[in-house]
């Protein structure tokens, strides 16, 4: 095989290799798992770029209502190598209810940072369980009161 023919097979194993890749986003999950009003909520993201060396150079995170909005901005460096990425947002405690959230990637080397990955999902806030029990409680109470 001569040399340019190589070349031309090394370049084609790059480029297929670079394809095959999945990047972006590849995970949202929510800590604990089903959390209740008591617990400190964190969101975390975790994804995979094909550019060596990835550098998280902002986020933003906003609760409005019932909605979870958190964007990400990733500065990519300069090579074909896939890297890991993770992130982890503390949100703090929550309300009882069903929030929604939503994860931007953003690419800020471009101006405006054009969003390049977006990840959505629902969770729902339970109420403590001697909550529940103290509702269950103050229930029969109220009909022990209502029978007399």
Do not use: C, H
Not at 52 to 61: A, E, K, N, R, Y
């Amino acid at each position: 095989m001569d040399t340019r023919g190589l070349i031309i097979l090394v370049i084609l194993l790059i480029l297929a290799s670079q394809a095959s890749a999945e990047t972006g986003i590849t995970n949202v999950s929510i800590s604990p798992a089903s959390p209740g009003v008591t617990d400190q909520i964190s969101i975390l993201v975790s994804g995979l770029e094909g550019s060596g060396g990835v550098l998280i150079t902002d986020t933003d995170f906003s609760v409005i209502g019932n909605t979870l909005s958190l964007d990400i901005y990733l500065y990519l460096g300069p090579s074909d190598v896939g890297t890991p990425w993770s992130y982890t947002e503390t949100v703090g405690t929550l309300s009882e209810g069903t929030y929604n959230l939503t994860v931007q990637r953003f690419l800020p080397s471009y101006y405006p940072p054009p969003i390049v990955d977006s990840y959505s999902m629902s969770f729902g806030v339970t109420p403590e369980p001697a909550t529940i029990v103290l509702l269950g409680v103050g229930a029969i109470l109220a009909r022990k009161k209502s029978v007399r």
